[in-house]
């Protein structure tokens, strides 16, 4: 695949599987990130808060709550304790959702072993302090890898089995560039991996958090466009203008461009503005044939991370200096009681400009360049 990045071409064939994961968060992404585990063959633990429900999966063999009437395979060990469920492991798929994240990490705290690294699932940023998920790991569980997991996959048909790829994400240590079979991606990457579970390695932490954490908010604007009544071109100038404003958040905090091109970005981004089955994709759509907030999902409290992350990605945007015109539209709706229609004629009405940023991408960039080089010094 291009874009894959030195390490993910080398040594991934001889890196040895964590013998145990364990995923904490028992929704739908984390059941079906543990069915992924499983199915490859490791021991699989999943940890969740609500002590019924994981009673009833032990029971059942199944997670009815969240993925109702998906078959799993046999052999998955929901927990209630998290000191059970982390004791010994080798890695961790941390699977709740964004905005919980500092707390759940908190709780995590000395309890995951030593040298086993912490994957981070969810897409967001975190609200208040615009930090990336990654970096608010960073601070509460030191001393730990911290690593990221995203892509396009909707859990459902991850857990029923349907061929799914994604990025997996770490920054490379010297000692991962030397050794790669040994480092905490590639060995990630074979205690999950499958012949219907792709992961790609990538040493884009930065792009490939930023680009999940965009798109659930260019999905809502598609999904909104789409019920007010705009038409399929409506929609495809919208992902290619979120595209770009993932790029420009991206290049902004040091990630690269062309991951954003990759599966956490395109993939992604095609994915949830596409389809319904988008939580993100579906508030949109009911907001734009006018439901009101309280009643969209049926009154359901559901996980939709684009209108939580509408805020943080706007004020992170604000705050270095980017513009990003479709996240913005997004969270004046949501957050400020903009109109619609109003809101997204004007997006429209903007000067007329040429499409430089677009003729950048087949360009090569300074700093990618510069790597390159260092690399092929090394
Ligand atoms: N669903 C999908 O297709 C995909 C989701 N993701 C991402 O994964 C993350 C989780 O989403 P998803 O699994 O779908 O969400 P769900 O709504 O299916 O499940 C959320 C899970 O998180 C738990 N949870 C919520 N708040 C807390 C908290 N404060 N502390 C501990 N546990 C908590 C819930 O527990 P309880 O049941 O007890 O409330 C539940 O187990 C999101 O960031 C989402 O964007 C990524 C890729 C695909
Ligand atoms: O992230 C997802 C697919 O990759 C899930 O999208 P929603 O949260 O919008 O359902």
Not at 157 to 182: G, I, K
Request: charged fraction near 20%; charge should be negative; aromatic fraction near 4%.
């Amino acid at each position: 695949m291009s874009g894959a990045s030195e390490i993910g071409e080398s040594g991934l064939g001889q890196a040895r599987p964590y013998d145990t994961v364990t995923v904490i968060g028992a929704g739908a992404w984390g059941t079906a990130l543990a069915a992924m585990a499983r199915r490859a063959g490791r021991t699989t633990r999943i940890w969740g808060r609500t002590r019924e429900d994981i009673e009833a999966f032990s029971r059942t063999g199944r997670n009815d709550r969240y993925l109702n009437g998906v078959a799993l395979p046999e052999g998955i060990e929901p927990m209630a304790d998290l000191e059970e469920a982390l004791a010994g492991t080798g890695c961790v798929l941390l699977v709740t959702p964004s905005r919980s994240l500092r707390e759940m990490c908190g709780k995590l705290k000395g309890l995951v072993p030593e040298g086993a690294p912490v994957v981070l699932c969810a897409k967001g940023i975190e609200q208040g302090t615009g930090k990336l998920l990654s970096e608010v790991a960073a601070e509460e569980l030191p001393g730990h890898v911290i690593g990221a997991l995203s892509g396009p996959t909707f859990a459902r048909e991850t857990a029923m089995n349907h061929p799914t790829a994604v990025t997996l994400a770490f920054e490379f240590t010297p000692a991962d560039r030397r050794e790669p079979s040994q480092a905490p991606a590639s060995r990630l990457a074979t205690s999950l991996g499958s012949n219907t579970f792709r992961p790609y390695i990538s040493d884009d932490l930065t792009g490939v958090e930023v680009a999940g954490a965009v798109k659930n908010v260019i999905a809502i604007a598609c999904g909104m466009m789409t019920g007010a009544g705009y038409a399929e071109n409506t929609r495809a100038a919208l992902i290619t203008w979120g595209l770009d404003e993932m790029k420009t958040l991206a290049e902004a905090l040091g990630g690269r461009r062309e991951t954003v091109t990759g599966l956490a970005g395109t993939g992604d981004l095609t994915l949830t503005c596409s389809s319904p089955t988008s939580r993100n994709m579906k508030l949109g759509l009911q907001l734009g044939q006018g439901i009101p907030r309280a009643e969209c999902f049926g009154g359901q409290d559901t996980v939709v991370e684009g209108e939580v992350n509408a805020v943080s990605v706007n004020d992170l945007a604000e705050r270095i200096g980017v513009e990003l015109p479709v996240c913005r539209a997004v969270h004046d709706i949501l957050h400020e009681g903009a109109d619609l229609r109003q809101t997204f004629t004007d997006l429209w009405g903007r000067p007329l400009v040429g499409e430089p940023k677009a003729l950048n991408v087949a360009l090569d960039h300074p700093s990618q360049a510069l790597e390159r080089a260092m690399k092929a010094a090394q």
